[in-house]
């Protein structure tokens, strides 16, 4: 029964975006056929994105197209890699170089520390000289076999993704030359000669004058007006800068867009029901779904029962955790590093088990028949895992333009103020200082715009966006149409809303990791890891997604894109990050602009003072550091603006809380009201039958 359903539910649309439709008396959008592109595809390289319904084109973002490659090799091969190797060799080998490089960098750092620290307090010279140089030697040596080892794997997988590529046009030119629209010779030479180049770590390929390459056609076939949304059109602008501008040439990072291409392709070759099967473990989904179903059906509501239904690849998920865990906690009992002890495993445990209460609260306690404990797993890792992966990369590329922006306002603002008078010129010239307040002064407008820049663009945009991508990217049983017949609207609504939570849960448990031990006390750790708890910001922001997801896929409301259902959580993510940025920013500016020549010297002492009280053993850094009151720099207690700034930006939670009962409430109501048309469709139609 559940193989059947499945193989309907690949071949028919989804129902409740029908009766939605039919409820509105709108007629569902007629699918347009776009030209064939290079080696007989049918999509542009260059076209991710360009329909919001594909969950796979997010799949190739992940850890550089992975994913998506190894689905299409085994939809095409029935190729299964070898996770023990690619573990071992991808991730265990160059982490395990990285990290035993930091650890030496780390050495080497503390060393040179204790020397300057000793120079400038005790008047000593530098005793580890010779320790330091042999340090850097195997820093070195470190650096180069960690760039041999990513240049090892790049060649390997370039060849096989190629390997791949050519095995797919060959099926794709079998396929055409049954056809009237058969590939010519010299398109197909000229697609043989660039599957090299589309899997290549970097690449700007497919020139501008062969009409089969990306820009125009993606942009007038594929990109429909009424099927678009925020991401396709900022790839479609991404996509007329690089066809249009750069030298008619389509730019990718690692063959990512190349294997969304791939994977694309292999879709439309193969039959729909075999698509229907978990990424990584390719299990079907009708080998686990129909135990799902049954305690759904029959409510059982033990917690064994829930485990021993869990697919291969959530109890993989679950293992490799159980791993990694026990690596760490045997980690924490050595000596290895004196940043990660016991204590600092148990904020460790600590900080996992908040993520475990929110998702008890969230699904286990009053939801759990609404989603399954197998969605949960997969969406709690890809948040974990892809979101908050993609987040730090997306991060770093816009804090870098937006950082150079910064910086050629702040250089022309400067040279504004220059313009005006000489003798301003040469007061500045006598008394830097002066001219440096002056100017912070002038120019405070900069620093709320690229506080403001930070908190919704770098933060909350790319955040909101990553988060979304978690949730789109898992394909699962329980939130495909017609899987559950008798579910209600209401309830697949509770299911997408747990399943954004979970997923933000995850991404916001992976970003608390990284808070919590960016501090150097476990105090701190503990400080940081509680007031993140109590202001769960990205669960919140995801609960809001998800009435504007709901309202797009069960209601059919075609208003409500991406761009529409991320705003509000936009909005309240920017507003949290920005009120607890921009409060200490103006407080430290106005403190800066109260300080004389002598205080600002005694405040950098006092700086290098607390670095060589952390690094250097020595009596006279101890009577420095309290004999000029040195110990309020390092004092642990929150000032007033900090307390403002937090007590703002919870207000501002507290209202968006308020904003998602009251729009849920509402949403609620209209999907009784489309339950309701639902069914009495469903009983003309039967009627009409008999």
């Given at each position: 029964?559940?193989?059947?359903?499945?193989?309907?539910?690949?071949?028919?649309?989804?129902?409740?975006?029908?009766?939605?439709?039919?409820?509105?008396?709108?007629?569902?959008?007629?699918?347009?056929?776009?030209?064939?592109?290079?080696?007989?595809?049918?999509?542009?390289?260059?076209?991710?994105?360009?329909?919001?319904?594909?969950?796979?084109?997010?799949?190739?973002?992940?850890?550089?197209?992975?994913?998506?490659?190894?689905?299409?090799r085994y939809l095409l091969n029935q190729e299964t890699p070898s996770w023990l190797w690619r573990i071992s060799c991808h991730i265990v080998l160059p982490f395990g170089l990285w990290f035993v490089d930091r650890a030496v960098v780390k050495s080497m750092n503390a060393k040179q520390i204790e020397d300057s620290c000793n120079e400038v307090f005790e008047d000593k010279e530098k005793v580890h000289e010779t320790e330091v140089y042999y340090l850097w030697v195997a820093h070195v040596a470190l650096l180069l076999a960690l760039g041999v080892t990513l240049l090892v794997i790049f060649i390997r997988s370039r060849i096989k993704r190629s390997k791949l590529r050519a095995e797919l046009m060959t099926r794709v030119f079998e396929n055409f030359s049954q056809t009237e629209n058969a590939v010519e010779g010299t398109s197909r030479m000229a697609a043989r000669s660039e599957m090299?180049?589309?899997?290549?770590?970097?690449?700007?390929?497919?020139?501008?004058?062969?009409?089969?390459?990306?820009?125009?056609?993606?942009?007038?076939?594929?990109?429909?007006?009424?099927?678009?949304?925020?991401?396709?059109?900022?790839?479609?602008?991404?996509?007329?800068?690089?066809?249009?501008?750069?030298?008619?040439?389509?730019?990718?990072?690692?063959?990512?867009c190349a294997a969304g291409q791939e994977e694309r392709e292999m879709n439309a070759l193969v039959p729909k029901e075999k698509l229907l099967m978990d990424y990584v473990t390719f299990e079907p989904f009708a080998a686990y779904f129909p135990s799902l179903e049954h305690i759904r059906q029959t409510q059982e509501g033990d917690f064994l029962v829930h485990c021993r239904s869990l697919?291969?690849?959530?109890?993989?998920?679950?293992?490799?955790?159980?791993?990694?865990?026990?690596?760490?906690?045997?980690?924490?009992l050595t000596d290895i590093d004196a940043n990660f002890t016991l204590k600092n495993?148990?904020?460790?445990?600590?900080?996992?088990?908040?993520?475990?209460?929110?998702?008890?609260?969230?699904?286990?306690?009053?939801?759990?028949?609404?989603?399954?404990?197998?969605?949960?797993?997969?969406?709690f890792a890809s948040g974990f895992i892809f979101g908050t992966s993609i987040a730090v990369v997306v991060e770093l590329l816009i804090g870098l333009v937006i950082n150079i922006f910064i910086f050629v306002v702040f250089l022309y603002a400067t040279i504004f103020e220059l313009s005006f008078s000489e003798k301003q010129i040469e007061d500045w010239s006598n008394d830097p200082l002066l001219a440096f307040k002056e100017l912070l002064q002038e120019t405070t407008w900069i620093f709320v715009l690229y506080t403001f820049l930070n908190a919704f663009v770098i933060a909350a945009v790319t955040e909101e966006l990553c988060k979304y991508f978690s949730f789109w990217m898992v394909?699962?049983?329980?939130?495909?149409?017609?899987?559950?017949?008798?579910?209600s609207l209401n309830s697949t609504g509770t299911?997408?809303?747990?399943?954004?939570?979970?997923?933000?849960?995850?991404?916001?448990?992976?970003?608390?990791?990284?808070?919590?031990?960016?501090?150097?006390?476990?105090?701190?750790?503990?400080?940081?890891?509680?007031?993140?708890?109590?202001?769960?910001?990205?669960?919140?922001?995801?609960?809001i997604q998800s009435i504007g997801v709901c309202r797009r896929d069960l209601e059919d409301d075609k208003?409500?894109?991406?761009?529409?259902?991320?705003?509000?959580?936009?909005?309240?993510?920017?507003?949290?990050?920005?009120?607890?940025?921009?409060?200490?920013?103006?407080e430290a500016i106005g403190n800066f602009e109260e300080m004389d020549d002598s205080a600002i010297e005694q405040a950098e002492l006092c700086q290098v003072a607390v670095t060589c009280k952390k690094y250097a053993d020595s009596t006279a850094v101890e009577e420095f550091f309290y004999n000029n009151h040195c110990e309020d720099i390092n004092s642990e207690t929150m000032s007033w603006t900090d307390m403002l700034s937090l007590a703002l930006a919870v207000m501002v939670m507290l209202i968006f809380i308020l904003y998602y009962m009251v729009q849920s409430r509402a949403q609620k109501r209209r999907l009784d009201s489309l339950e309701r048309a639902r069914n009495h469709l469903l009983r003309d139609v039967e009627n009409t039958v008999v």
């Amino acid at each position: 029964m559940a193989a059947a359903r499945f193989v309907e539910l690949a071949q028919e649309p989804s129902p409740d975006a029908e009766f939605a439709s039919q409820a509105r008396g709108v007629d569902a959008p007629a699918l347009r056929q776009g030209p064939k592109y290079r080696g007989g595809f049918s999509t542009s390289i260059c076209s991710l994105f360009s329909d919001p319904s594909r969950r796979n084109d997010c799949c190739a973002l992940a850890l550089c197209g992975i994913l998506s490659t190894d689905r299409t090799r085994y939809l095409l091969n029935q190729e299964t890699p070898s996770w023990l190797w690619r573990i071992s060799c991808h991730i265990v080998l160059p982490f395990g170089l990285w990290f035993v490089d930091r650890a030496v960098v780390k050495s080497m750092n503390a060393k040179q520390i204790e020397d300057s620290c000793n120079e400038v307090f005790e008047d000593k010279e530098k005793v580890h000289e010779t320790e330091v140089y042999y340090l850097w030697v195997a820093h070195v040596a470190l650096l180069l076999a960690l760039g041999v080892t990513l240049l090892v794997i790049f060649i390997r997988s370039r060849i096989k993704r190629s390997k791949l590529r050519a095995e797919l046009m060959t099926r794709v030119f079998e396929n055409f030359s049954q056809t009237e629209n058969a590939v010519e010779g010299t398109s197909r030479m000229a697609a043989r000669s660039e599957m090299v180049m589309a899997n290549r770590p970097f690449e700007c390929c497919y020139s501008a004058p062969d009409k089969t390459v990306c820009a125009q056609p993606f942009v007038e076939a594929e990109m429909d007006n009424e099927n678009k949304d925020l991401c396709g059109l900022l790839w479609r602008a991404l996509a007329a800068c690089c066809c249009a501008s750069c030298c008619g040439c389509w730019c990718q990072c690692c063959g990512m867009c190349a294997a969304g291409q791939e994977e694309r392709e292999m879709n439309a070759l193969v039959p729909k029901e075999k698509l229907l099967m978990d990424y990584v473990t390719f299990e079907p989904f009708a080998a686990y779904f129909p135990s799902l179903e049954h305690i759904r059906q029959t409510q059982e509501g033990d917690f064994l029962v829930h485990c021993r239904s869990l697919s291969v690849l959530s109890s993989n998920i679950l293992k490799g955790g159980a791993v990694v865990f026990a690596c760490m906690l045997i980690f924490s009992l050595t000596d290895i590093d004196a940043n990660f002890t016991l204590k600092n495993m148990l904020v460790l445990i600590a900080t996992l088990l908040q993520a475990v209460v929110v998702l008890y609260l969230v699904h286990w306690r009053w939801n759990r028949f609404d989603l399954s404990l197998d969605a949960v797993i997969k969406y709690f890792a890809s948040g974990f895992i892809f979101g908050t992966s993609i987040a730090v990369v997306v991060e770093l590329l816009i804090g870098l333009v937006i950082n150079i922006f910064i910086f050629v306002v702040f250089l022309y603002a400067t040279i504004f103020e220059l313009s005006f008078s000489e003798k301003q010129i040469e007061d500045w010239s006598n008394d830097p200082l002066l001219a440096f307040k002056e100017l912070l002064q002038e120019t405070t407008w900069i620093f709320v715009l690229y506080t403001f820049l930070n908190a919704f663009v770098i933060a909350a945009v790319t955040e909101e966006l990553c988060k979304y991508f978690s949730f789109w990217m898992v394909e699962h049983p329980d939130l495909m149409p017609r899987s559950h017949p008798g579910k209600s609207l209401n309830s697949t609504g509770t299911g997408i809303t747990i399943a954004m939570v979970t997923a933000a849960v995850g991404f916001a448990c992976c970003e608390n990791i990284g808070y919590v031990f960016s501090s150097s006390k476990v105090e701190e750790e503990l400080f940081v890891l509680i007031t993140r708890s109590v202001t769960p910001v990205h669960a919140i922001a995801a609960a809001i997604q998800s009435i504007g997801v709901c309202r797009r896929d069960l209601e059919d409301d075609k208003s409500h894109r991406l761009g529409k259902a991320i705003f509000p959580a936009v909005l309240l993510h920017g507003s949290f990050d920005f009120i607890l940025m921009m409060i200490p920013t103006l407080e430290a500016i106005g403190n800066f602009e109260e300080m004389d020549d002598s205080a600002i010297e005694q405040a950098e002492l006092c700086q290098v003072a607390v670095t060589c009280k952390k690094y250097a053993d020595s009596t006279a850094v101890e009577e420095f550091f309290y004999n000029n009151h040195c110990e309020d720099i390092n004092s642990e207690t929150m000032s007033w603006t900090d307390m403002l700034s937090l007590a703002l930006a919870v207000m501002v939670m507290l209202i968006f809380i308020l904003y998602y009962m009251v729009q849920s409430r509402a949403q609620k109501r209209r999907l009784d009201s489309l339950e309701r048309a639902r069914n009495h469709l469903l009983r003309d139609v039967e009627n009409t039958v008999v």
